[in-house]
């Protein structure tokens, strides 16, 4: 423990060995820099850290990295498709690639709006995917929606995180497990398409080193 003595420092024998030294007496320049780097480090224990003063969350970065490379990769699953393949379905009752992407659409819209609690997210109490309109169509709104999303992301706040909303006023979460299941949803209808598309491939009489081409990728 450090005693102020005049213009001096001295140790106390409170919990210092006896053989500790007294320390060198401080000129008025080290005293003045003594006191600013106390004050700095007491300042410092208690400021808020920066990434919360800005409102920038780590874990929102990593999970829109996230939803980046999974968005990348469904496109690259989806490029070349034919009509053909849009509406094949691997089983009468299984989903065609058409109804995947029209869901995915509708999807992002939801997710868009529940982050500000407007538009679909009052609206629709369950999946309304695009089925009747053709897939350019469907495709512009799956982007659009997207870009939309990622701007909202942008300008979420670190209080914006706790909020809860319903997913299709069913299930209550917080906005940061929202962000959390996005890019999780998108992988796991991705690897749908990917299967779609390998399993026509196949049935058409690819080999399977056909069908791991260019489009479809780990």
Not at 26 to 38: A, K, P
Not at 49 to 77: M, Y
């Amino acid at each position: 423990m450090l005693v102020a003595s005049g213009s001096a420092l001295s140790a106390t024998s409170i919990g210092t060995p006896r053989a500790t030294r007294l320390l060198p007496p401080l000129s008025r320049v080290g005293r003045v820099l003594l006191h600013r780097t106390l004050v700095k480090a007491t300042s410092s224990a208690t400021e808020t850290p920066r990434c919360q003063e800005s409102g920038v969350n780590h874990q929102v970065q990593l999970i829109t990295e996230l939803d980046a490379s999974v968005w990348r990769l469904l496109w690259q699953n989806l490029s070349a498709i034919t009509e053909a393949e849009l509406d094949w379905r691997p089983h009468p009752a299984a989903g065609s690639v058409r109804g995947i992407v029209g869901y995915l659409a509708w999807f992002e819209e939801w997710t868009t709006d529940a982050l500000w609690g407007d538009g679909r997210y009052r609206t629709d109490d369950g999946p309304k995917p695009y089925l009747d309109i053709p897939f350019v169509e469907v495709r512009a709104r799956l982007e659009s929606a997207n870009s939309r999303y990622r701007r909202r992301v942008e300008e979420l706040k670190e209080s914006d995180l706790r909020k809860r909303v319903t997913f299709l006023r069913k299930q209550e979460l917080s906005v940061l497990d929202l962000l959390r299941m996005h890019p999780l949803h998108l992988a796991g209808h991705r690897f749908q398409i990917r299967y779609i598309r390998a399993a026509y491939n196949r049935m058409k009489g690819g080999n399977r080193r056909d069908s791991m081409d260019s489009w479809q990728v780990a």
